[in-house]
């Protein structure tokens, strides 16, 4: 019986399969869960135009935030949803809308923003900061609209609030608006400016400029529903902008930096010799 031959050192090595090592695949929807889920939950409250017109006015006027609930001097005139729609408007109004239209500019205006915020609170604290900047928004539209009877409804306070706290690390080296961007996960997660210090930064005074700018003089998102009321709650974006720019840091689960590093890690070109 034939033996086995040892092989040579100069014999030819046998063919292995070269190992190819295959490229990360990238995910087709980049989306973080928590803007997903409020996403979906926006779009499933909208399933409420399906219902028939009485019952449809009723739900906005029970969940729509309408100031003159608060009014003192209120007599005869009755409002759906009683003494708990006076706290419980102050977050659903954000949750409705009066069209597609309405909606998808919402939503469309948060992607970028929410995005990075998303990934930066998770999933409970994006939700509390959400409802928060809500909150302030129609509180800003209470105070300026003290005996208003149109229900205001949409998500614009909340949008204005996440695009205000993501500004506060927006443009830092790495994150998602710097010209030397990180993968969406880590710049969704470099320190932020102490507010001090993005007060400073041009970019950021640029943008708030810009956003003032269009919020006054055009205006979109929150709106009241009748026809003949229709209107620009532009005070309840800026309150919900405010909101967004001040109260960040009691979300933020990002450690902080001292003001020098902070100057350091803002620049988006490195210096060269």
Do not use: C
């Amino acid at each position: 019986m034939d033996s086995p031959q040892d092989s040579s050192p100069h014999d030819p090595q046998p063919d292995v399969p070269a190992v190819v090592e295959a490229a990360p695949r990238e995910p087709i929807l980049t989306l973080p869960f928590a803007l997903t889920a409020y996403i979906v939950l926006l779009a499933l409250i909208h399933l409420r135009v399906l219902l028939p017109p009485e019952l449809e006015n009723w739900t906005i006027d029970v969940f729509g935030f309408i100031p003159k609930r608060y009014d003192s001097s209120l007599l005869n005139l009755q409002i759906p949803g009683g003494a708990g729609a006076k706290v419980w408007s102050f977050v659903t109004y954000s949750l409705l809308h009066a069209n597609l239209t309405h909606l998808g500019f919402n939503v469309l205006w948060l992607l970028p923003f929410g995005s990075a915020l998303a990934r930066r609170f998770g999933t409970i604290r994006f939700f509390l900061f959400l409802a928060v900047t809500a909150a302030a928004g129609a509180l800003a539209h209470l105070v300026t609209h003290e005996h208003a009877v149109a229900p205001m409804i949409g998500a614009s306070a909340s949008v204005s609030g996440a695009m205000a706290a993501a500004i506060r690390f927006a443009f830092v080296r790495g994150s998602f608006l710097s010209f030397s961007r990180s993968d969406a996960d880590t710049a969704a997660r470099v320190p932020a400016l102490p507010l001090s210090r993005a007060l400073r930064d041009g970019r950021v005074v640029g943008f708030l400029a810009v956003w003032f700018g269009v919020n006054i003089i055009f205006g979109v998102g929150a709106i009241g529903i009748d026809a003949e009321t229709t209107s620009v709650a532009w005070q309840a974006h800026i309150g919900g902008f405010f909101a967004g720019l001040l109260l960040f840091a009691l979300f933020d689960p990002v450690p902080r930096v001292r003001n020098d590093a902070a100057d350091a890690s803002s620049r988006d070109v490195s210096d060269r010799v």
